[in-house]
């Protein structure tokens, strides 16, 4: 039990380098795929520019139980897409839902910074841990550039929830 627990927090773990991965050097410092899906995300944040994930990640996901069952693999594979699931939740509520208790005022605060004022630091959305450790979270400034995005009111409107695939998204956009 105590090996399923260290699994799946790892798992997790594992998801927040993946996070600040995935946000911070591919869909910022590079000319991949990903980096256009989310600089349409940076212009418009109803974007979410991660939803053509979820069905590859589900197809993924239940290929690894038919091939792996419930291995020691396949338990930091599911903590990792609980921390994927969890990251679209927090991203989901810091641009559409007015934070709830200090935390979440934080993240709020931090990502907004991201997406207003320094596009190039506060890569991680639900953790500041690879920002600290890859220098890329604000030190000496950041309560002055907190305090600039803290009256930003929450988004309203549709997200593109709906869509099934990122790339017709990316292609409705280009036309």
């Not at 050097?25 to 979410?48: E, T």
Request: aromatic letters at 12%; glycine letters at 8%; a positive charge.
């Amino acid at each position: 039990m105590v090996e399923t627990i260290a699994a799946f927090v790892l798992g997790l773990f594992l998801w927040t380098l993946l996070e600040y991965a995935i946000h911070g050097w591919i869909g910022h410092l590079s000319a991949s795929f990903a980096a256009r899906l989310h600089a349409i995300h940076h212009r418009d944040p109803h974007a979410i520019f991660t939803i053509g994930a979820w069905l590859p990640l589900t197809v993924l996901y239940a290929a690894g139980i038919g091939l792996l069952g419930l291995s020691p693999a396949m338990t930091v594979l599911s903590g990792t897409l609980c921390g994927f699931v969890v990251y679209e939740a927090i991203h989901y509520r810091i641009h559409f839902i007015r934070p709830r208790g200090r935390i979440e005022r934080w993240l709020r605060e931090h990502h907004l910074t991201h997406h207003q004022q320094m596009p190039n630091r506060c890569f991680g959305v639900t953790s500041p841990l690879w920002d600290i450790i890859f220098g890329t979270e604000p030190t000496s400034n950041r309560e002055e550039l907190f305090a600039l995005v803290r009256k930003t009111t929450p988004l309203t409107g549709r997200t593109n929830v709906r869509l099934l695939f990122a790339f017709h998204y990316l292609r409705s956009q280009q036309e």
